[in-house]
């Protein structure tokens, strides 16, 4: 049925590209170190770290994994008087990971908003209407969540 | 007084929706549940910990957390000859949780897809035609990344965060 794929693989999750990618951001400071990147634009190590109140050894090991995915790209830079640092910014394949989080985040603000509401809105750049995330089809109009489904292609059936 | 206060608090925890969803759903055996049951259909407590290979205390917590949320909906079903045993079913809002799984599968087939090629598709339920997901505008008209910006409302804790980033 799976053909040449061992059901051990199979259930390994290694074949489904949901597990792949929570295998490199599946817990939730991963994510956060992607908000503050992809979000707010951070790049310093130490502005994580204080952004985030997250363990230095923690942000260490969330940030090597990133960017051994290449999520983000490591660079080297120095203030004058100072030791260099390391800075991190996101790589093209790491910005696609903004739909992610405006995943993430249109599901709390519509599911579980806060008292006074959604504390950050996402808005085009150019005449700045709400923006949402959304199933689209080829040829361009937004797809509602019911009307999508998944499908196996045939060579996995 | 009142800066410092603040700054005991997780300053911006409460107020981020990505991070109110990650404290519900931010870890990878609660998204794996949810691929499960939104994307396969399981219902079953045995059929969850059959195809995870999950340890049954922590199959029984990530559902658990998932019910008291309203993602899913706990009822009772009953076998010939066995006893009555609970099935989890996903809510309107937990359904919607299929755009946070397509953006992570979307990702991973773009940029990390096993050697084998996509084992998944997103087709449109009734024209079968092939989706991704995308940013919209109001006129659902999709958008590229670089045109979506994030704006702070009233709401946003921009002075917290000012005295967190000052903070040695």
């Known amino acids: 049925m799976l053909g040449s794929v061992s059901e051990a693989v199979w259930r390994g999750g290694a074949f489904c590209s949901i597990e792949r990618t929570l295998e490199i951001v599946g817990d939730r400071w991963s994510f956060l170190v992607l908000r503050q990147s992809l979000v707010y634009g951070m790049t310093r190590f130490s502005e994580f770290e204080n952004a985030l109140r997250i363990a230095p050894n923690i942000l260490t090991d969330r940030l090597e994994k990133i960017v051994l995915a290449a999520i983000l790209e490591k660079r080297e830079y120095q203030e004058p008087g100072l030791r260099s640092r390391f800075s991190y910014h996101p790589t093209p394949a790491g910005s696609q990971m903004t739909l992610v989080l405006g995943a993430l985040q249109q599901w709390g603000d519509d599911n579980v908003p806060p008292d006074d509401g959604p504390s950050l809105l996402r808005r085009t750049v150019d005449d700045e209407s709400p923006v949402r995330v959304a199933f689209v089809e080829e040829g361009g109009t937004a797809v509602p969540v019911d009307r999508v489904k998944f499908v196996t292609p045939p060579a996995y059936q | ?168």
């Open chain 2, 1 to 168: 007084m009142a800066i410092s206060a603040t700054l005991e608090a997780p300053v911006d925890s409460p107020l981020c929706s990505i991070q109110r969803t990650l404290d519900i759903v931010g870890e990878r055996w609660t998204f794996l549940i949810l691929r499960e049951a939104l994307i396969e259909g399981e219902t079953k407590f045995a059929g969850f910990e059959k195809m995870l290979g999950i340890a049954p205390n922590i199959l029984s917590d990530r559902l658990n957390t998932l019910v008291a949320a309203g993602i899913m909906e706990k009822s009772t079903y009953k076998e010939d000859g066995a006893r009555a045993r609970s099935s989890y079913h996903p809510t309107p809002m937990g359904m919607q949780l299929k755009l946070v799984l397509a953006a992570m599968q979307q990702w991973g087939d773009d940029y990390v897809p096993p050697s084998v090629g996509v084992t998944q598709l997103r087709v449109a339920a009734d024209s079968k035609s092939p989706v991704r997901l995308a940013f919209v505008d109001a006129d659902n008209k999709p958008r590229a990344l670089e045109d979506v910006a994030w704006v702070n409302t009233p709401t946003y804790p921009a002075e917290a965060r000012a005295a967190r980033r000052a903070a040695k």
